[in-house]
């Protein structure tokens, strides 16, 4: 049973699907509270403060987003080796047909996420990429998060950045719902087209979710209000 | 030497039952002890070996396919016979056995036929167990459909894949038994030889045709369920690699091999395209329910497109000759006024050899999407092999070489006249006749398979009093020698032509003088032209590559020039047998409407010839009784 | 037609490959690809050559005998068909077709374009059945199916076992061959009894033969010459989960 349940290959696409589907409903979250940005800088300091308002759940949460992303990346690097593996002579030809791109580069597009997760947290997070513009504080004395946040998306380079990581993240994500659904033995004939337009729509709803911010900063719609 | 058909006395229906009391057994606890040869898992082979396996036998299974899934049992489409009578119109044991009897135009066992009707609700029962996914009703219950040469409904389907789920039964019941470690699977092995000692099987010789390594196998018995010997003609609905070489090598060693010239053409073809075409693909007989077969009244219409004849210049020729049945005249009926318009130079399509099946009418009748309801999956097939569209113009079909009823002699027990040599399937004579109705060769395949070799193979080892043969036997040695040296043989082949052009003239010669129908100057003329080819044959062939490998030339050499020596056989008994039987049609030998003209009083027998090394093959007749059934007439009228 | 084919060709399991090229100038049109193979493989043995080897046999497209990677697809170019059943005339005038082996680990090549896919066998073998012993079985309208379930059980139980699904996953996965015959078996009453053992020792056996995992990009359902639906591989997972956890539990 135990050697059955470590060695089986399908027990780590479990994994990865569980703890993806984890990870997409953080993502969400994620999402719809950036957009609070657009009610202003009150609305979006606020939530900020509240969310840091209790430390152990702050950190008993960043913990559990740590370990579900080090369980699917470490399950999915482990298919991954053992896929490459069971075809060892490459064809001349690649067969591709009737996959998508998206499916075929899960893994390339996941290890562009975890560099740009990476540098997102240490530039949002850990605030120590652009120190000069994300130390303010707003009127009531709460992190100016706001401020923070326009002030690096000003900056075209930065912004063109976190639209393509983002995008890299919903590429990823068009492939990954869908897949989840079969990994989890929740596809039923008939609805298989629903499930990957719902991947779809749910993908570029975070896209345009999270690339509204920075598109907003640069064309002057969300702007720096003189505190 | 006179064939004992060891059929059990008593009336027919006790017979089966009577003689299963009176078998030997053998102890479980001693069954792993003996070892039974298995050569070919199809339907007949997979379940045989499946069966004994189970049973606690140790087994060997042989096919040359790369797996066992792959038997061409597969390809079976239209379903399976069984007297279930789940419809209640009517049917029962003794219906099946007779339409399967008459069907075969009186030249099949009658206690034979009659044991397969009985056996066949078992086989319903045994697959559905199996997880067969059988047509069923929406009530859950099984589906039946009426099929040729019944007036009930008695045949079970899956689909138009009823061969392929019913082998896969099989064969998931032979995969269980080798996870178990009960059977041994030699796949890619093809069967080179029989060995024999003291007049009983003993083992056989194989080849694996991935290494070329030559070995011998020895068991207590030998089971052959090697499929039917259709490709003798080269184009036909069988596999390309269907062969007669282990039946042959069989007869060879002193297996009589019975009836070799009842061959069965089936109707609705596509027809050849080209020279370099492979194979025949069967269509739905259902077809010639709404579309109306003709060709132009002139030679010279021949080549025009179809669109541009007038009705006037059009011989709607089964419907000119048979008012009555039209276009559903029976099988050999339509096959051979086929070939015959044919003859006269008026087909069309590629070579010539083709009829039209004209759906006009039917979709001016019915529409066109009632004709896609009806046929769709059909046209679709012909659209894929031909390109062209059906509903737009009219198919082309021409009869083809579909199954053969002839095979190994066996007894009741389904062993030949080699004790140890047992044959199943289409590979032996028994339960056709000169004609197999159809949805019967599944049945028959099963029926042997599942039910009969288990118990008669077992009857046959309770009563052996000797060891088996160690591999390294003087006989089993010479046996192997002798393949090893006729592959070295073939493969230092450096003549000028290739396999295939010899065995495509081998075809084409056989179609032509012992095909549909077959006359006695033809078949003479045949079967003092196939020795000649043979001989060129085995001058003038041409093989590369090498013996220690895949080779597939080789493989080819080696069954066509079984193929010749069938041939020869096939003919001298086409010669012999002076009357029409079934698909057998000798044209001096038919009613004024062209029905075959049988005649009991000299031809109700089996014919079971003997081998000769060097000379003409001997025959032994077994004359057919019919105890309970009056031997009337082929009359669908 | 005329065509160019660039056949791999390998000698030995072990032997190092490299790809051939054969001219056709004058290609039938009409002639199915496999016979185009054969006119190549007379023409060479005349030339003195060997001959292409390539599986193929009923060439009716039940078999799941022939196989191929033709121009990048499994079975050549069209849409639920086996190499076979693939025709001269779906390539185009010039085209030069690369024909290659299917490639698995778990298919290692025999010779040239042949493929020992012996270990689908081996996962059949491993748990592809019902245990119904002949003469076990009880009277088979005792059980009955609904019509829709036997269908269902039907569309998984077409399955050839030809190894595109595999040929063609970038994972060399046979995820769609196991699914299949577990859904098929799964769907039927009879199956109901050996349902968790089988998912568990099948899956397992897949793994063993050195197949990769499923990562769900259903490039086997489209390749698949029998349409076998990739829904019956969500059923699969869902069997496995299932049987993980019932075997927990006892």
Known sequence: MNQLFFKSSLVKKYVVALTGVALYGFLLIHTLGNLQIFLGSAAINAYASLLKASPEILWGFRAGLLVMVLAHGLCAALLAIENRRARPAAYERIPKFGSTVASRTMLGTGSVILIFVAYH????????????????????????????????????????????????????????????????????????????????????????????????VMFGILKLVPS | ???????????????????????????????????????????????????????????????????????????????????????????????????????????????????????????????????????????????????????????????????????????????????????????????????????????????????????????????????????????????RGCNASAIWRAHRKGAFFANPCYTQIHPTCIPVSGEGQSKLTLMSESLRNDGRVWVPKRVEDCGKSPATIPEDDRDYFLERKYPSYGNLAPRDISSRAAKEVCDQGRGVGPGGRGVYLDFADAIERLGHKEVEGRYGNLFDIYHEITSEDAYLAPMRIYPAVHYTMGGLWVDYNLMSNLPG?????????????????????????????????????????????????????????KSVDEAVHRVRGWIEAKGKRTVASFHRELGKKMWEYCGMARERGGLKKLAGEIPVLHEEFRKNTCLTGHANGINAMLEQAMRVDDFFELAQLICADALDRDESCGGHFRVEHQTPDGEAKRDDARFAHVSAWEHRAGGAPVLHKEPLVYEETVMSGRNYK | MNIKLRVWRQEKPNAKGRFVVYDFPDADPNMSFLEM?????????????????????????????????????????????????????????????????????????????????????????????????????????????????????????????????????????????????????????????ERSRRALNMVEQMGKEGFGSCSNTLACEAVCPKGISATNIARMNRDFAFALVSRAGQ
């Open chain 3, 37 to 193: 193979m054969d006119a190549l493989n007379n023409r060479l043995v005349l030339q003195g050559e060997e001959p292409v080897a390539f599986d193929h046999d009923c060439r009716e497209g039940i078999c799941g005998a022939c196989s191929a990677v033709i121009g990048g697809k499994p079975h050549g170019p069209g849409k639920r068909i086996t190499t076979c059943q693939a025709y001269v005339r779906a390539f185009r005038e010039g085209d030069v077709i690369t024909v290659e082996p299917f490639r698995a680990r778990a298919f290692p090549v025999l010779k040239d374009l042949v493929v020992d896919r012996s270990a689908l066998d081996r996962i059949v073998q491993a748990g592809g059945f019902v245990s119904v012993s002949t003469g076990s079985a009880p009277e088979a309208n005792a059980i009955p199916v609904a019509k829709e379930v036997s269908d269902k059980a039907f569309d998984a139980a077409a399955c050839i076992g030809c190894g595109a699904c595999v040929a063609t996953c970038k994972n060399a996965s046979a995820t769609l061959f196991v699914a299949a015959k577990i859904s098929h078996l799964g769907w039927l009453p009879q199956g109901q009894a």
């Open chain 1, 121 to 216: 947290i240490f530039h949002f997070t850990v605030r120590a990429t652009h120190p000069d513009i994300s130390f303010f504080h707003d009127s009531h004395g709460r992190h100016d998060v706001y401020s923070m946040v326009v002030l690096s998306f000003k900056q075209p380079a930065l912004s063109l950045f976190y639209i393509v990581g983002v995008a890299c993240v919903c590429f990823h994500l068009s492939h990954g719902v869908s897949s989840a659904f079969y990994s989890l033995g929740m596809v039923f004939a008939g609805y298989e087209r629903l499930i990957s337009r719902f991947a779809l729509a749910v993908s570029v709803f975070i896209f345009c979710g999270m690339s509204s911010v920075p598109i907003a």
């Open chain 2, 421 to 477: 040599l047992f044959v199943a399937g289409e590979a032996n004579f028994s339960d056709h006749g000169a004609n197999r109705l159809g949805a019967s060769a599944l049945m028959q395949g099963l029926a042997d398979g599942y039910f009969i070799l288990p118990l008669t193979v077992g009857d046959y080892i309770a009563g052996l009093t000797s060891p088996r043969l160690g591999i390294d036997h003087a006989e089993c040695k």
């Open chain 2, 1 to 239: 030497m006179k064939l004992d058909a060891k059929t059990p006395l008593g009336p027919l229906p006790q017979k089966w039952g009577r003689h299963c009391a009176g078998i030997r057994l053998v102890n479980p606890a001693n069954r792993r002890k003996y070892e039974v040869l298995v050569v070919g898992t199809g339907l007949a082979g997979a379940s045989a070996a499946a069966s004994l396996a189970e049973m606690g036998y140790g087994v060997k299974a042989f096919c040359y396919q790369d797996s066992a899934r792959r038997a061409h049992s597969i390809a079976a489409q239209g379903g399976i016979n069984a007297a279930k009578n789940y419809p209640n119109d009517g049917d029962s044991v003794w219906r099946l056995f007779h339409d399967t009897l008459k069907g075969g135009d009186f030249r099949a066992r009658e206690a034979n036929v009659y044991r397969l009707a009985q056996l066949s609700n078992a086989i319903i029962d045994q697959s559905v167990a199996q997880g067969v996914p059988f047509a069923r009703e929406y009530g859950g219950g099984l589906a039946n459909r009426s099929f040729g040469g019944a007036q009930v409904s008695r045949t079970f389907y899956a689909r138009g894949q009823t061969g392929q789920q019913l082998l896969l039964g099989a064969y998931q019941a032979l995969a269980r038994q080798v996870g178990l470690g009960a059977a041994k699977l030699f796949t890619r092995t093809e069967m080179l030889d029989l060995v024999v000692v003291d007049g009983r099987a003993r083992g056989v010789v194989v080849r694996d045709m991935v290494t070329g390594e030559i070995t011998a196998h020895t068991g207590d018995a030998v089971v052959l369920a090697t499929g039917g010997y259709g490709n003798v003609y080269d184009l036909s609905t069988n596999a």
